[in-house]
């Protein structure tokens, strides 16, 4: 990312150890998402409520960036994995008796299955992990469009198996209740601070960057050995896991499941974050996230009206949507690569310790 | 169930899945924008003809015809062609962005509520033929494809309009640089998309008689997905695809046993999948290499 013989811009001389330089991109998001959320929870009641949504999101959309941003492939379908994990939380965390009342049909392992918050998580993450390596096995060959539109297909078929499965879940589409609220905001924020350092360790490793190399040239890159397919199928995998994280810590704020919710309207809410902040980097994925969150939570307010001296000012309900999508096609139009540009938070003071050819021995 | 009458149902399906895929191929091939909102250009167009028809019906024909192609040239103007050069990936985004934003749009004006009238009446009454009972909408439907998909093919291979579409549509560039008005023909095909919406909203009205904000989702996502699975930018594979997707979906729905019917558009799905896995390209893509319709 830093290229060699650039003009070193700002402070030349104030220059870093290239691992120092290259851990600030991941020191600079946490240390954000953490002010961010600190700002958030003390405005008011409201914002902290919004603030566990946003934490939510921005779980899922860090996810969906370890696949897209690295492979640039595009996935429509990671809100399949998101319904999988928030199911898998709500099946083990919901009590017996709530269970068998409402969902009598269910396989007898699911409802004797129990299990703390924490190990629902955990098992969710591999219960995400595992349906998106079974499906990647299957989609990791296709590209560009045909991934776009396989992905969905393969979203719409877990909708629909959650939507009639009697044995999995609650029949026809009725909802899940008595999920117990067992994270509070402390707990969702660590956690998704962790899920964006597992993201970032993840951007580090040998596989995420031959994935990059095949992004950034689909014929080069299988001709230099780089087996895409398998290191999408990773890629694919880790992300369907912490997708899985995101919808588990989604539901339990939410506190009903229904399989409807995994929709289009999801889908596009944090496509649109991811696109907003620049698809190609994990800073891009936060700054994306938080931004829409922060507009979105405010829009909300002026939904409910704002008292402005003499004025009463208010927005039309569903106004919060219709700004959101106008707000993404213009940044497509005008900013392709997202308010980041597609690059992750750099060291500002160039670090002087790049030597031509360190790249390449990467 | 008698098989003739599962097949004739199942034709009328995929004739309006079929129209929905050609309005999406078009677009595709000219412009490698699969375009999500081509859904929305349904709703508008039934909208129009909900509200109208009661006062008068050529009027509501022709303001849903009006609507339609007013919003697909809009859609164009206002944004897909500020990002034409981008990849079709960014496009298919750009448009799913448009489809959820206007489906909000219509949610402020017309309310989240279905609107209802009865638009063509005549047409829900059924013919008999010996043991057969064929709905009129059905024959009205398959005509109507039949008649539409013979007009753009027509209009694509016989008038110089249509040609310059057919080249735009096979490499975009050279087709500039020899001279073709690249603006008038990416708005022409915009504005056939529309009168395909069009049509399809008038079959789908007269079945239904309602239209609410998401009226032109599903049949526009199974049309899209038929299309590619047929061959994006083979504009007859995306026909096809799409034929084929309305035809099966409608036998599901007709032959599944009850205990698994709640299952068939997930098996569509799963369909779907399985196809792009064999036939990433979609499956009459290579066959059609050089026959373009």
């Known amino acids: ?362 | 169930m008698n098989i003739l009458q599962a097949l004739i149902d199942a034709t009328s399906t995929g004739a309006v899945y079929a129209l929905a895929a050609l309005g999406i191929g078009l677009v595709f091939g000219v412009m490698r924008l699969a375009n999500f909102a081509n859904g929305e250009l349904i709703t508008a167009a039934g909208y129009a003809l909900i509200i109208l028809w009661p006062i008068s019906w050529p009027l509501a024909i022709i303001a849903a015809i009006g609507v339609a192609v007013a919003l697909a040239l809009f859609m164009d103007a206002a944004v897909f062609r500020w990002i034409r050069s981008q990849p079709p990936a960014t496009l298919l985004i750009a448009s799913f962005g448009v489809s959820i934003l206007l489906q909000r749009v219509y949610d402020g004006i017309f309310g989240t509520n279905v609107l209802s009238a009865a638009v063509a009446p005549g047409l829900t009454a059924s013919i008999r033929i010996g043991e057969l009972r064929v709905n009129l909408i059905s024959v009205v439907s398959i005509a109507l494809g039949l008649i539409l998909l013979l007009a753009v093919r027509l209009f694509l291979t016989r008038t110089s309009m249509g040609l310059q579409v057919q080249a735009a549509s096979e490499d975009f560039r050279a087709a500039r640089v020899l001279g073709i008005r690249a603006g008038s023909v990416i708005a022409l095909t915009f504005a056939i998309s529309g009168v395909l919406a069009a049509a399809i909203a008038f079959v789908l009205t007269a079945q239904s008689g309602s239209v609410g904000p998401t009226f032109g989702v599903q049949v526009t996502l199974f049309a899209l997905i038929g299309s590619t699975i047929g061959g994006l930018g083979r504009l007859g594979g995306s026909v096809a695809g799409g034929f084929l997707v309305g035809f099966a979906l409608s036998l599901f729905t007709t032959f599944l046993p009850d205990w698994i019917n709640d299952f068939r558009i997930a098996f569509v799905y799963l369909l779907v999948a399985v196809v792009l896995v064999i036939a990433p390209n979609g499956i009459f893509a290579s066959r059609l290499s050089k026959e373009r319709t």
């Open chain 1, 1 to 362: 990312m830093t290229s060699p013989n650039s003009v070193p811009r700002r402070f030349p001389g104030i220059a870093i150890p290239e691992p120092l330089a290259k851990l600030w991109t991941l020191v600079v998001p946490l240390v954000v998402v953490w002010l961010f959320s600190f700002l958030a929870s003390s405005i008011s009641q409201t914002a902290a409520i919004d603030l566990g949504y946003a934490l939510a999101n921005l779980i899922i959309v860090v996810a969906m960036w370890t696949f897209i941003g690295n492979s640039g492939v595009l996935s429509f379908g990671h809100i399949a994995f998101v319904a999988v994990g928030a199911w898998t939380l709500s099946l083990l965390t919901i009590p017996a008796t709530i269970k068998s009342s409402i969902m009598p049909d269910l396989f007898p392992f699911l409802s004797d299955a129990q299990a703390t918050p924490l190990v629902a998580l955990a098992i969710a993450a591999v219960a995400g992990g595992l349906v998106a390596l079974l499906s990647g096995l299957a989609l990791m060959r296709l590209n560009g469009l045909e991934a776009g539109i396989a992905t969905f297909a393969l979203l719409m078929l877990v909708v629909q198996i959650l939507t009639y499965w009697k044995q999995v879940g609650p029949k026809a589409g009725q909802s899940m209740t008595g999920l117990p609220r067992s994270f509070d905001l402390q707990t969702v924020l660590l956690i998704a601070l962790l899920v964006i350092a597992l993201a970032w360790l993840y951007g580090q490793s040998r596989s995420a960057r031959m994935l990059r190399a095949s992004r950034d040239n689909i014929q080069a890159a299988p001709a230099s050995g780089v087996r895409v397919t398998l290191h999408r199928v990773i890629a694919f995998t880790v992300s369907g896991a912490l997708a899985a994280i995101g919808g588990a810590v989604w539901v339990q704020l939410n506190g009903v499941a229904q399989a409807s919710q995994f929709s289009l309207d999801f889908t596009f809410t944090t496509i649109a974050m991811l696109v907003v902040g620049g698809m190609r980097s994990l800073w891009g994925a936060v700054v994306g996230t938080l931004a829409i969150s922060a507009l979105s939570h405010a829009l909300s307010l002026l939904e409910k009206g704002v008292q402005l001296g003499d004025f009463m000012i208010s927005l039309p309900s569903g106004s919060r949507l219709i700004t959101l999508g106008a707000i993404m096609v213009i940044i497509l139009i005008f900013r392709p690569a997202g308010l980041t540009g597609g690059r992750e938070a750099m060291w500002p003071f160039r670090p002087k310790i790049t030597r031509p050819g360190a790249q390449a021995a990467e």
